[in-house]
């Protein structure tokens, strides 16, 4: 039995397929409740693992799991480490962050301008693609789970703080049409504390109710 200091980026899936076990034995072995949630800096038992590549002696308690619900239709085992309380304040906004929020802008305006077209994946792909070169597929409840891991990462703040920093990428499980109750529903934050982008500039996203699922990433390019 050897530990594993849990560091910024990993996830249970990749921790894992790494050391040639599966997410059900790490989660079952360390008591994890929600395996989409892990924390930088704890630590991860690893059974029947020799102690090398940066393990560490076992020192007190396991890896704390979280204690959400886990999201139904999601990527189990993805494990996102929580290594953030937050992306900071609009200031300090990368210049990937913001390089973003403009492509998303500009992705809407094309697309719907301010009306909506049922498209906001679609949005939110191209955004990506324009502002870093690369596309990223899937449905409004798809895209966090096909977002690369060592380009985004996963934050953990509200959805007020998060509409006050550019250039996060916003995804709900589920919203109140009926479209969105299958495909959910992506968008990118613009930073001004109201509005996001995705098909269609969408002028109050604190004000739209019955969303659920809601998970947030920023770039880390």
């Keep these: 039995m050897s530990t594993y200091r849990i560091r910024q980026g990993d996830t249970l899936w990749a921790l894992a397929s ?5 997410v059900s034995a790490l989660a079952r072995l360390n008591k994890i409740s929600n395996p989409n949630l892990i924390y930088a ?3 991860l038992r690893i059974s029947g693992h020799a102690r090398s590549d940066s393990f560490e002696s076992a020192k007190g308690g396991g890896a704390r ?3 959400g619900t886990k999201r139904a239709g999601g990527s189990r085992g993805s494990g996102h480490v929580d290594g953030s309380r937050g992306a900071g304040s609009p ?6 962050m913001r390089k ?6 500009a992705a809407a305006m094309s697309l719907g301008g301010y009306n909506s077209q049922g498209l906001c994946a679609t949005g939110v792909s191209r955004a990506i693609q324009n502002a870093f070169g690369f596309k990223v597929w899937g ?3 798809q895209i966090d789970n096909n977002l690369p891991r060592d380009k985004f990462k996963q934050v953990h703040m509200s959805l007020a703080e998060a509409l006050k920093i ?3 990428v916003l995804t709900w499980e589920k919203t109140s049409s009926r479209a969105g109750s299958i495909y959910g529903h992506t968008a990118i934050t613009t930073g001004d504390g109201r509005s996001s982008v995705s098909d269609f500039i969408e002028r109050n996203t604190l004000g739209a109710g019955g969303r659920t699922g809601l998970k ?3 770039p880390t390019l």
Aim: aromatic share 6%; proline share 3%; no cysteine.
């Design 18 to 22: 790494r050391f040639k076990t599966s």
């Design 41 to 43: 800096g704890n630590s």
């Design 65 to 67: 799991g979280g204690s």
């Design 91 to 96: 200031g300090q906004a990368t210049a990937a």
């Design 100 to 105: 973003l929020a403009s492509a998303g802008r």
């Design 139 to 141: 449905n409004g409840n």
């Design 166 to 168: 550019p250039g996060l």
């Design 216 to 218: 947030i990433f920023m």
